[in-house]
């Protein structure tokens, strides 16, 4: 398990994955970027994020601007961790679990990234 109190953008790069309500949700985390895909919703969505020791500002890009939230690191191991939502009425926890799959490039433009995920998407289908 990593520190307690202080993580970094590295303790975290990569793919995470997770279900919330019986719908999968992909996590991609970069250094300062992260998007995170809805399958059942088809929605994805582009954040800066920010770390502050064992806190995490998610501020969205797009599609909903400038909507700001933390989480708190409960655990962070190699392979998994676990975030608790910081609002006064909900602190919801969500467990992820690393992907073992190459991340590609972020960038603060939505539409590529879009690309990129149609292009990853259609790549692990032809792969396997």
Not at 55 to 84: A, G, R, V
Not at 99 to 113: C, G, K
Not at 115 to 121: P, V
Request: glycine share 4%.
């Amino acid at each position: 398990m990593f520190g307690c109190s202080n993580h970094s953008a590295g303790d975290l790069n990569g793919k995470w994955t997770t279900t919330i309500e019986n719908r999968t949700i992909d996590l991609w985390i970069s250094d300062t970027l992260a998007l995170s895909f809805d399958f059942e919703n088809e929605l994805m969505i582009l954040y800066r994020i920010d770390y502050d020791g064992d806190m995490l500002t998610f501020t969205n890009i797009e599609p909903y601007e400038n909507s700001t939230w933390k989480d708190k690191i409960i655990t962070l191991k190699q392979n998994e961790f676990e975030l608790e939502l910081q609002n006064s009425s909900n602190r919801q926890k969500t467990k992820y679990s690393r992907a073992n799959e190459d991340l590609p490039e972020l960038s603060t433009d939505y539409e590529v990234n879009f690309e990129r995920y149609e292009s990853y998407l259609v790549n692990r289908k032809y792969s396997r």
